[in-house]
């Protein structure tokens, strides 16, 4: 691939997906869009350039895009956000949402769905505290490749042993043949639904919990930011985002912030700065004038 094709590549994958790809990944882009090339039939990457630079086929820089995604995820990936969502997120919505009855969860960037199912497997524990109560997954992603996937929630013996604790593995998934399928229940909790993290997300609604998990760790400081921007208003009051084991917002964004009682759990500023001070007993007892003894 010529220079100038590759960067036209590299431009095009930024303004449409964020995805920043730096001049070592110039193989990764010569083998997957090769491939892409092959299943279309199009007789190189050259051809390829040719066929995007009008601008004109957005089923075709879709395609692109999809291809030079990663989409690897696993169930219950990196375990304490999921602890954090069972033991800390979930018992603070209870209270928090008693009046509303409703929950809406959302994991920015589903892949294959494996993130949701956990979250949909955590929830089904609940499920008694849960009566009554409206509770909806909302999954999206940029590719609508994995998100075919997601729907069809059919995963592979590999994929299986990654991460699933045996006894879920057996009450929520079905077997068939060498591949495993999560229950029509499960499924039925999680809509799954195309979306771009840069685009507007207005139409989604408002979430109590935001799942954005090892998408950014693709975009270059100036993306994430963005993202950050995106999907802040999307939070309910009090809300709480969860990200990648190897992710922050520190030094990025201002408008997601990390919660200072519990690390690894990010708030909206604006929460943050409505939590009340901590209180500070004074040093020497306050004697209230005419006030009654205890
Ligand atoms: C590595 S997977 C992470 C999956 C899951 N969140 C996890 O942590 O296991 C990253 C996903 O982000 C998606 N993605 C990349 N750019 C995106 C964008 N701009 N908007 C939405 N999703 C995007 C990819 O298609 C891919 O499925």
Request: with cysteine.
């Given at each position: 691939?010529?220079?100038?094709?590759?960067?036209?590549?590299?431009?095009?994958?930024?303004?449409?997906?964020?995805?920043?790809?730096?001049?070592?990944?110039?193989?990764?882009?010569?083998?997957r869009?090769?491939?892409l090339?092959?299943r279309?039939?199009?007789?190189?990457?050259?051809?390829l350039?040719?066929?995007?630079r009008?601008?004109?086929?957005?089923?075709?820089?879709n395609?692109?895009?999809?291809?030079?995604t990663?989409?690897?995820?696993?169930?219950?990936?990196?375990?304490?956000?999921?602890?954090l969502?069972?033991?800390v997120?979930?018992?603070?919505?209870?209270?928090?949402?008693?009046?509303?009855?409703?929950l809406?969860?959302?994991?920015?960037a589903?892949?294959?769905?494996?993130?949701?199912?956990?979250?949909?497997?955590?929830?089904?524990?609940?499920?008694?505290?849960?009566?009554?109560?409206?509770?909806?997954?909302?999954?999206?992603?940029?590719?609508?490749?994995?998100?075919e996937r997601?729907?069809?929630?059919?995963?592979?013996q590999?994929?299986?042993?990654r991460?699933?604790?045996?006894?879920?593995?057996?009450k929520h998934?079905?077997?068939?043949?060498?591949?495993?399928?999560?229950?029509?229940r499960?499924?039925?909790m999680?809509?799954?639904?195309?979306?771009?993290?840069?685009?507007?997300?207005?139409?989604?609604?408002?979430?109590?919990?935001?799942?954005c998990?090892?998408?950014l760790?693709?975009?270059?400081?100036?993306?994430?930011?963005?993202a950050?921007?995106?999907?802040?208003?999307?939070?309910?009051?009090?809300?709480?985002?969860?990200l990648?084991?190897?992710?922050t917002?520190?030094?990025?964004?201002?408008?997601?912030?990390?919660?200072?009682?519990?690390?690894?759990?990010?708030?909206?500023?604006d929460?943050?700065?409505?939590?009340p001070?901590?209180?500070s007993?004074?040093?020497?007892?306050?004697?209230?004038?005419?006030?009654s003894?205890?």
């Amino acid at each position: 691939m010529t220079e100038a094709d590759f960067n036209f590549l590299r431009l095009l994958l930024h303004l449409r997906s964020g995805l920043s790809l730096s001049p070592e990944k110039r193989y990764l882009a010569e083998s997957r869009l090769g491939i892409l090339c092959r299943r279309r039939g199009i007789d190189g990457l050259a051809t390829l350039v040719q066929m995007l630079r009008p601008g004109t086929d957005a089923a075709l820089e879709n395609a692109v895009i999809e291809a030079m995604t990663t989409n690897e995820t696993l169930f219950f990936r990196d375990q304490t956000p999921f602890e954090l969502f069972r033991n800390v997120i979930l018992p603070e919505r209870l209270a928090l949402n008693a009046a509303t009855r409703s929950l809406r969860i959302w994991c920015a960037a589903v892949s294959t769905g494996q993130e949701a199912y956990s979250v949909a497997m955590i929830l089904d524990e609940m499920a008694p505290r849960l009566a009554g109560w409206k509770v909806q997954i909302v999954g999206t992603d940029i590719s609508g490749e994995v998100l075919e996937r997601a729907r069809d929630g059919i995963y592979s013996q590999f994929e299986i042993q990654r991460g699933l604790p045996i006894q879920m593995l057996l009450k929520h998934f079905q077997q068939n043949g060498d591949k495993w399928q999560v229950s029509e229940r499960l499924r039925a909790m999680v809509e799954l639904k195309r979306h771009n993290l840069l685009e507007p997300s207005g139409h989604l609604g408002q979430f109590d919990v935001i799942f954005c998990r090892n998408v950014l760790i693709y975009f270059d400081l100036p993306t994430k930011a963005k993202a950050f921007e995106a999907i802040a208003p999307r939070l309910a009051p009090q809300g709480a985002v969860l990200l990648g084991a190897a992710e922050t917002v520190v030094g990025i964004s201002t408008v997601i912030v990390p919660d200072r009682q519990h690390r690894g759990i990010f708030r909206s500023r604006d929460c943050i700065q409505a939590q009340p001070a901590a209180i500070s007993l004074p040093v020497e007892p306050v004697r209230a004038a005419g006030g009654s003894r205890f």
